[in-house]
């Protein structure tokens, strides 16, 4: 609350959510772990990337698929398909293994990747800037090992209202307090930008339930460098309440391991009581969220 509050008084969220301009002049690989998915959906982030004012020949698309999701591979061949033909080169990559987590989908694919800056995304995802992936490279090339962007999670029932206003209030005001005083944003893993090089020195996507917060932790142990993009992703957050309550237990699950490791880990003491301060912040927002949600259905019913 304190953390709030500080942000609030100094409108931090201003100061570190960072404007750039873009550039357009580097290799990109955007990496879009899938499972189980609509068409839909992947044609929503593949319209998206579609949009994106890049350079179309230095973009490169591989979506990852887990064996025996024959759904979802159809689905997957045919939007490199349509990216294809509309000249960004695309393939699909199906994993041999049983399904563990993101980020050993993520790691499995990196032997493939050539460019050295990767963006991850997910299905049904949809850019709300069409210079995102510019941006996000000029940070890169500034000196950020990673970049994180600014993913709202929206919808139409009450559920996905809430949620909602979860992350704006997340977004606003608690990641830019947490940013200021610890100098290590907690990173969301839609529209991460990422360096290859960065990745292989601290052994890939940490393998955790929030692999992108655990992202943290081992920057933080190597000394470096996370900025934060004034860029928008909206992804669509679960319609009902009791995949609302799964989705963010899992969540928060991972924030314990992260808070754990941050305990575990080499970093200065200050630094470490910060970031144990930020991995616990989602879940004091998370039962202001519940609480309204728990009034509004009361008094409807």
Known sequence: LSISIFSILKNLKD????????????????????????????????????NQNYNKELLKVIMIVEMNDSNTENCAKKACETLNKNGIKASVFVRNKKRSSKAAALND????????????????????????????????????????????????????????????????????GITKISGYPLLSGEGLFVSKKVLE???GFPDSLTEDSMLTVEFAKNNLKIGLLDSVVYENSPKKLRSLVKQR?????????????????????????????????????????????YIFYYLIL
């Not at 960072?18 to 044609?43: A, F, G, H, Q, T």
């Not at 500034?142 to 009450?158: F, M, N, P, T």
């Not at 992260?258 to 144990?276: D, E, G, H, R, Y």
Request: charged share 25%; with cysteine.
């Open 201 to 203: 020195k601290i052994g």
């Open 15 to 50: 100061e570190v959510w960072l404007k750039v301009e873009p550039r357009y002049d580097k290799n990109v690989e955007v990496l879009i772990p899938l499972y189980k998915e609509e068409c839909k959906s992947i044609e929503k982030t593949v319209n998206s990337i579609l």
């Open 109 to 176: 694919t990196l032997i493939y990747v050539k460019s050295d800056i990767i963006v991850v995304y997910d299905a049904d995802d949809e850019i709300m800037d069409n210079e995102q992936i510019g941006k996000g490279v000029s940070l890169i090339s500034k000196g950020y090992d990673a970049v994180g962007v600014k993913v709202l999670r929206v919808g139409e029932s009450i559920t996905q209202t809430l949620s909602y206003i979860d992350t704006f209030f997340w977004i606003n005001v608690s990641l830019p």
């Open 249 to 293: 237990i899992r969540w928060h699950r991972g924030y314990a391991q992260c808070f754990v490791k941050t305990l575990k880990s080499k970093i200065p003491a200050k630094l470490k009581i910060v970031l144990a301060i930020s991995y616990t912040s989602p879940i004091s927002l998370i039962v202001i969220a519940f609480s309204l949600i």
